[in-house]
């Protein structure tokens, strides 16, 4: 089945330590997104990209790099820089078909630092 | 920039009763718009779309319709279900932010049987 997979599902991490965050689709989508989402809240792009070896930043980019060596892995790195962490984060992506840039979503990694 | 503004929730209601959640957005050009639904601990999932002034797009009994007059893209049900209880999520993408989704703040609705 085609899909979008993120993993793990939760992950502790010390403060000033990174993580990195799994994010995978075998969709064949040329454009991906992430997301942080907090508690009661929308969701508020960090980073995106649209072809390979190719991603900009999104609205709240500051202490996360992302990296797209491959068209199906789009991997999200919290640094030790990113001052409040905890959240629930999620993987996107899209076909990037003309406008109608509909999403499919993986079903999210929950970050909490100890 | 373009932008979605949602009604605040949390929105309660009885089953059976009508439904509709409030969204409006701002944009240039000509965005396509979404109606996404996560429930508890997941992803999002796409519930429906429309990619043109006037389109409705429907779903589970869901419905909303692409008004560019008022600029919205109102979710509707006509009688809704305990299973209905998640957030919902207005989206649009296109126009000015052709490779962007932009999302509104979210909805949490809850079901009471």
């Known amino acids: 089945d085609g899909g979008i997979t993120q993993s793990p599902k939760y992950l502790f991490r010390k403060e000033g330590q990174n993580v990195t965050l799994s994010c995978e689709q075998n969709?064949?989508?040329?454009?991906m997104y992430w997301y942080r989402q907090d508690p009661g809240q929308g969701l508020r792009l960090i980073y995106y990209?649209?072809?390979?070896?190719?991603?900009q930043k999104g609205d709240i980019a500051e202490g996360y790099s992302v990296s797209r060596e491959k068209k199906e892995s789009f991997p999200l790195t919290v640094t030790s820089a990113q001052k409040n962490p905890t959240a629930f984060y999620l993987c996107?992506?899209?076909?990037?078909?003309?406008?109608?840039?509909?999403?499919?979503f993986g079903q999210g990694t929950r970050l909490t630092v100890v | 920039g373009n932008s979605v503004t949602q009604m605040e929730g949390p929105v309660t209601l009885s089953e059976e009763a009508f439904l509709t959640i409030n969204c409006t957005y701002t944009?240039?050009?000509?965005?396509?718009l979404f109606w996404y639904v996560q429930y508890p601990g997941e992803g999002l999932q796409l519930l429906l779309k429309?990619?043109?002034?006037?389109d409705k797009g429907s779903n589970k009994g869901f419905e909303a319709t692409y008004r560019k007059e008022t600029t919205s893209f109102h979710l509707e049900k006509g009688s809704v279900q305990v299973s209905d209880s998640a957030v919902y999520f207005c989206?649009?993408?296109?126009?000015?932010?052709?490779?962007?989704?932009?999302f509104g703040s979210g909805t949490r609705l809850s079901i009471r049987p």
């Open positions: 969709l064949n989508h040329d454009a």
């Open positions: 429309a990619t043109k002034a006037d």
């Open positions: 944009a240039t050009g000509y965005p396509s």
């Open positions: 996107a992506s899209s076909i990037s078909a003309g406008s109608v840039t509909e999403a499919f």
């Open positions: 990209s649209q072809i390979v070896n190719d991603f």
């Open positions: 989206a649009l993408s296109g126009g000015s932010s052709a490779s962007k989704i932009i």
